[in-house]
């Protein structure tokens, strides 16, 4: 394997914040050698302060990282400001999930999604690069500066039309797909949440598949489904792309046709890490329902599954729950997917959710019908 990359990262002074955008720098291929963290990191001139902006400059002469990691989305201006100060390469939050996300696109759908997210990053940012570009080439700006502004955005544009197009091919593929196994009459269910909250390790158990999962960030890039069997009805099954918080919608967008399933869906079953510190599992539900609430999932076909309750308990994982507000619902389950832990009840809910309503309706007239009797 290739030696990583050296990088100082940039964050805010939380402990979560922190470990995720070193996890989101690993899973780049970055390690990170030194963090400097403040409260206020989207400040105008360089993003961090004044002094905090020379403290870089003397750690980046001292430790020569190949990159400076920006743990938020800042720009262009603050960002060639910073380079030329520091004379190092800036990589922001969304740079670096791009960044991800080409390393691990497999499937041509999500190398054209992730080639689109890329052109879209870069053609907001095209005109003001290249003037920047043109006052004097910084670190991330090289070979710009020979650009007309409109010329190269306009080559941006067409790029992404181009592939935009192809990405309409792709979908149509997969709604035709979908249309295929609608005909085959079997309800779908999805699976979504935050990213490593564990959908692709309870996709293995539910399906006895041996799909990669990983401790690190987006492990899955394209959707798989497979059939199930729910004690004699099968359904079908489908693992996604994982969440993150602060994702742009234009990124949502690129992974749109992936995340489509959700909107097709009869159940939704939002995959939650339930053994983290409760604020930093609020933080990834808040997430993790924004990106729901686009595709307009209604809430009563979600299904809260409390994953990794293997490193808690079941009293903790529905106490949490509480705390996110999620208690008084009945599609709560605390499992875990790495030792199988409610599976069974998991799949019993699943079952008179989507095939059981009628006989339940069916026992609460008759239950209501004997009370009135009585
Ligand atoms: N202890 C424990 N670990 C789990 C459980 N489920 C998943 N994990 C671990 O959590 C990590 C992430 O799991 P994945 O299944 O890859 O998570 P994911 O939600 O598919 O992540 P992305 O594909 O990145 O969105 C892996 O290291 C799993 O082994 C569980 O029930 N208990
Ligand atoms: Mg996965």
């Given at each position: 394997m290739a030696a990583s990359r050296k990088a100082i990262l940039i964050t805010y002074p939380v402990e979560q914040v922190i470990k995720e955008a070193v996890s989101l720098a690993d899973a780049a291929g970055y390690e990170i050698i030194d963090t400097l963290t403040q409260r206020?990191?989207?400040?105008?001139?360089?993003?961090?302060?004044r002094g905090k902006a020379e403290e870089v400059k003397e750690l980046v002469e001292e430790l020569r990282p190949d990159v400076i990691i920006f743990d938020e989305v800042i720009k262009p201006t603050q960002m060639y400001n910073l380079a030329s100060l520091c004379k190092v390469q800036i990589v922001d939050r969304e740079r670096l999930i791009l960044e991800i996300f080409e390393r691990r696109a497999s499937t041509t759908e999500s190398q054209i999604q992730i080639k689109l997210a890329q052109l879209r990053y870069d053609m907001a940012r095209a005109r003001e690069k290249v003037r920047l570009a043109r006052a004097g080439e910084q670190p991330g700006f090289y070979?710009?500066?020979?650009?007309e502004a409109d010329v190269y955005y306009l080559d941006i544009k067409r790029r992404a039309a181009v592939l935009k197009k192809k990405l309409e091919r792709e979908e149509t593929r997969r709604q035709l797909h979908r249309d295929q196994r609608a005909r085959a009459g079997l309800p779908t269910v999805s699976l979504a949440g935050?990213?490593?909250?564990g959908k692709t390790t309870l996709f293995n158990t539910l399906t006895g598949e041996t799909k990669a999962t990983d401790k690190?960030?987006?492990?899955?890039?394209s959707t798989f489904t497979r059939a199930i069997d729910l004690h004699g009805d099968k359904v079908l099954l489908n693992d996604t792309v994982g969440f993150i918080s602060k994702l742009p919608a234009y990124m949502i967008d690129a992974f749109k046709s992936t995340l489509d399933e959700l909107t097709y869906?009869?159940?939704?079953?939002?995959?939650?890490?339930?053994?983290?510190?409760v604020e930093e599992t609020a933080s990834k539900y808040d997430s993790s329902l924004d990106v729901i609430n686009e595709f307009k999932?209604?809430?009563?076909?979600i299904v809260y599954v409390l994953n990794k309750v293997d490193l808690t308990n079941p009293e903790d994982a529905f106490d949490k729950a509480g705390q996110l507000g999620i208690l008084d619902s009945r599609r709560v389950l605390p499992v875990s997917a790495r030792t199988g832990y409610n599976i069974n009840q998991l799949k019993k809910l699943l079952r008179s959710m989507l095939f059981e309503t009628e006989k339940v309706k069916d026992a609460e007239v008759k239950e209501r019908m004997e009370k009135e009797q009585t």
């Amino acid at each position: 394997m290739a030696a990583s990359r050296k990088a100082i990262l940039i964050t805010y002074p939380v402990e979560q914040v922190i470990k995720e955008a070193v996890s989101l720098a690993d899973a780049a291929g970055y390690e990170i050698i030194d963090t400097l963290t403040q409260r206020q990191i989207t400040r105008s001139r360089f993003g961090i302060g004044r002094g905090k902006a020379e403290e870089v400059k003397e750690l980046v002469e001292e430790l020569r990282p190949d990159v400076i990691i920006f743990d938020e989305v800042i720009k262009p201006t603050q960002m060639y400001n910073l380079a030329s100060l520091c004379k190092v390469q800036i990589v922001d939050r969304e740079r670096l999930i791009l960044e991800i996300f080409e390393r691990r696109a497999s499937t041509t759908e999500s190398q054209i999604q992730i080639k689109l997210a890329q052109l879209r990053y870069d053609m907001a940012r095209a005109r003001e690069k290249v003037r920047l570009a043109r006052a004097g080439e910084q670190p991330g700006f090289y070979g710009l500066g020979k650009y007309e502004a409109d010329v190269y955005y306009l080559d941006i544009k067409r790029r992404a039309a181009v592939l935009k197009k192809k990405l309409e091919r792709e979908e149509t593929r997969r709604q035709l797909h979908r249309d295929q196994r609608a005909r085959a009459g079997l309800p779908t269910v999805s699976l979504a949440g935050y990213t490593s909250a564990g959908k692709t390790t309870l996709f293995n158990t539910l399906t006895g598949e041996t799909k990669a999962t990983d401790k690190h960030v987006f492990t899955t890039l394209s959707t798989f489904t497979r059939a199930i069997d729910l004690h004699g009805d099968k359904v079908l099954l489908n693992d996604t792309v994982g969440f993150i918080s602060k994702l742009p919608a234009y990124m949502i967008d690129a992974f749109k046709s992936t995340l489509d399933e959700l909107t097709y869906a009869s159940i939704v079953l939002l995959v939650i890490d339930i053994s983290e510190p409760v604020e930093e599992t609020a933080s990834k539900y808040d997430s993790s329902l924004d990106v729901i609430n686009e595709f307009k999932v209604p809430g009563t076909r979600i299904v809260y599954v409390l994953n990794k309750v293997d490193l808690t308990n079941p009293e903790d994982a529905f106490d949490k729950a509480g705390q996110l507000g999620i208690l008084d619902s009945r599609r709560v389950l605390p499992v875990s997917a790495r030792t199988g832990y409610n599976i069974n009840q998991l799949k019993k809910l699943l079952r008179s959710m989507l095939f059981e309503t009628e006989k339940v309706k069916d026992a609460e007239v008759k239950e209501r019908m004997e009370k009135e009797q009585t």
